[in-house]
């Protein structure tokens, strides 16, 4: 990591087990990560889950009601290719080729296998499942609550022409009762075709699993999504790594970062959760034009206040030239020429 970006931060610890691009790595039915992080003791595991339970701070939840522009299926009807649309956390719409895309759809109130228990959603999509127009794809990233939720799965299969998945979370689908036939699951560095677009499947530096025994039985990804007109970079979840240069390397330059911002902690999970810092610097080496911080803004994920990953990383955008964008959710963001960050947040307790 550049130390004029991350002077005050520290590079995760982390152990080479393969170059990521020799693609995932399973031992005993377990996926790894390319870069092996320090595992923690019991103590310390325990130490962060009291912190986390008994000990957080105010401002991680707002006071104030988060802006919303409403979106209806007519606006959507009559939005050119090109565009782009965030619905909370890592839920984004775009438009390629004509078709419909959508990221990490998540609707449901609580980011929880319990929706009478978790963290609790900030506002209200911008629009409806319902609303949603016909999908050419759904990308999806991994399988953690926040970025996977059943119900929001099994409305929209119906409606979506492909699924494209990171091996084994397909085979979740699949046992959810999604049609096998919509879902191409891919390994790190391997690509699909759905016309014009090629999608392919990226490292990430994360970890898997939606239960107690399931720890990294299916792959997470980052994604790199390839059109004619644009190229999109995807971040999914995950860790500052050296897996993002080799990404710049071989699908950079990209016109939009699509970067996890947020449900950081401090040095409590580096090796899985980017800073703003390291958010900024993985921008850079995949090779990134404009960055869109997300995973932030919707749901309570760390100890962190609500603002402070949109604050962070667009005082760092400035201090280093870099040109960041922030559009409110639901709000149409231009691709190809995307708006300057608006600080929608500001004023907002």
């Known amino acids: 990591m550049s130390s004029s970006i991350a002077s005050s931060v520290n590079s995760p610890a982390l152990q080479p087990v393969t170059t990521a691009s020799q693609g995932a790595r ?37 006071e104030d009601a988060i802006p919303v522009r409403a979106l209806s299926r007519a606006e959507l009807d009559q939005a050119p290719n090109g565009s782009l649309y965030r619905l909370g956390h890592s839920t984004l719409l775009f438009k390629l080729d004509d078709g419909w895309w959508i990221t990490d759809p998540v609707f449901c109130e609580r980011a929880s296998p319990l929706q009478w228990l978790g963290p609790k959603r900030f506002h209200a999509p911008p629009l409806s499942l319902a609303e949603l127009p016909p999908l050419r794809g759904i990308l999806l990233s991994h399988d953690h609550y926040d970025h996977l939720d059943k119900a929001s799965m099994l409305a929209l299969a119906p409606r979506a022409e492909h699924i494209i998945t990171p091996l084994g979370v397909g085979d979740r689908l699949v046992a959810w009762g999604i049609d096998a036939k919509k879902i191409r699951q891919l390994s790190w560095w391997q690509e699909t075709q759905v016309g014009a677009l090629t999608l392919a499947c990226t490292p990430a530096q994360h970890f898997s699993g939606r239960g107690v025994n399931d720890g990294n039985r299916t792959l997470w990804a980052s994604w790199a999504v390839l059109s004619p007109e644009l190229r999109l970079f995807f971040s999914g979840d995950s860790g500052y790594f050296p897996g993002f ?7 950079g330059p990209f016109d939009l970062t699509l970067m996890e911002t947020g449900a950081y902690n401090g040095d409590d999970w580096p090796h899985v959760h980017m800073l703003p810092e390291h958010s900024l610097q993985a921008h850079l080496d995949v090779r990134g034009r404009w960055l869109l911080p997300i995973h932030n803004g919707t749901f309570d994920l760390a100890m962190h206040g609500w603002r402070e990953p949109l604050e962070r990383i667009c005082t760092l955008a400035e201090q280093h030239s870099v040109s960041v964008t922030t559009p409110m959710m639901g709000e149409r963001l231009d691709m190809l020429a995307p708006q300057p960050a608006q600080a929608w947040w500001q004023g907002l307790r």
């Open 26 to 62: 399973q031992v005993a039915g377990r996926y790894r990560n390319a870069q092996r992080a320090p595992q923690r003791g019991l103590w310390d595991t325990l130490r962060i889950f009291a912190k986390f339970t008994f000990n957080r701070p105010a401002g991680t939840v707002p």
């Open 245 to 251: 240069a080799e990404i710049g390397a071989q699908y």
